[in-house]
């Protein structure tokens, strides 16, 4: 392909192209790992991208989204979905528990359950709203003490309050830590999972996420292989 025609065909066969990328790099590793197609669900991470950004990924057929914070997917996402139906947002980043009405409103699927007082905003604020997003306990998978998620140890009580408070609980969210190879930690994950019942492993970001396929992620975060760089937080 020559750089004018990428010109001229602009950002939307951008995003559409670095879309297609990133599907055959999921198909690819789902076949090599013996796993049927179509078991990975591609979370497009789009926080801090505006709208304008986001349409041409919903134009190639994307529907399902991430965003970190709440306030931001307030301001972006009632629009896009009135616009486009169809759409699932899911809330990869920390939530404090005095935005948990807020997060059951607008999100179908919390991966960042942590704690035991956020499980409670949670239980309370979707028997409020009478609607129950899919929740994906994060869990701590490094021991880092600067990060979010539940230590290992407190899994099975965390579990144990969440299914108690009737939480949908899919399964497991990790983000290891940064700089060292990932698979022992998504290979840990998978474990915690499986040792626990719980279909679903949401692990992978764009710079490993063919690794997390490969050791069991059922969903797969992705955002600056879909959308390029976003700017210093
Ligand atoms: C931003 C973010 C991602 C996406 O990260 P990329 O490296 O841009 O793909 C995934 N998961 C979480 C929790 C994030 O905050």
Redesign the pocket.
């Known amino acids: 392909m020559n750089g004018q025609s990428d010109e001229m065909t602009g950002a939307q066969s951008s995003a559409a192209e670095r879309l297609a990328a990133v599907r055959e790099t999921i198909a690819r590793v789902e076949q090599i790992a013996g796993r049927p197609a179509g078991s990975v669900t591609l979370i497009a991470?789009s926080?801090t991208h505006p709208a304008e950004a986001i349409t041409p990924l919903i134009a190639a057929g994307q529907t399902v989204f991430?965003e970190?914070r709440v306030q931001e997917a307030q301001a972006k996402w009632p629009a896009l979905r009135e616009a486009h139906p169809g759409l699932s947002l899911h809330l990869?980043?920390q939530l404090q528990s005095n935005k948990a009405e807020d997060a059951v409103a607008l999100f179908d699927a919390i991966?960042s359950v942590d704690r035991p007082s956020l499980i409670t905003a949670l239980a309370k604020a979707m028997e409020k709203a009478d609607r129950r997003p899919e929740c994906f306990l994060q869990i701590n998978i490094g021991e880092e003490p600067q990060k979010g998620g539940c230590a290992i140890a407190d899994l099975p009580a965390l579990l144990e309050q969440a299914r108690e408070a009737d939480l949908p609980v899919a399964g497991l969210m990790c983000?290891p830590p940064a700089d060292v190879e990932p698979a022992p930690y998504f290979a840990l994950l998978d474990k915690l999972a499986r040792d626990h019942g719980l279909p679903g492993r949401s692990m992978g970001?764009?710079?490993d996420f063919e690794t997390a396929v490969m050791l069991g992620a059922t969903h797969v975060?992705?955002?600056?292989?879909l959308f390029g760089t976003?700017p210093p937080a």
């Open positions: 991470v926080k991430g970190n990869v980043g991966h983000v970001m764009s710079g975060r992705v955002g600056t292989a976003r």
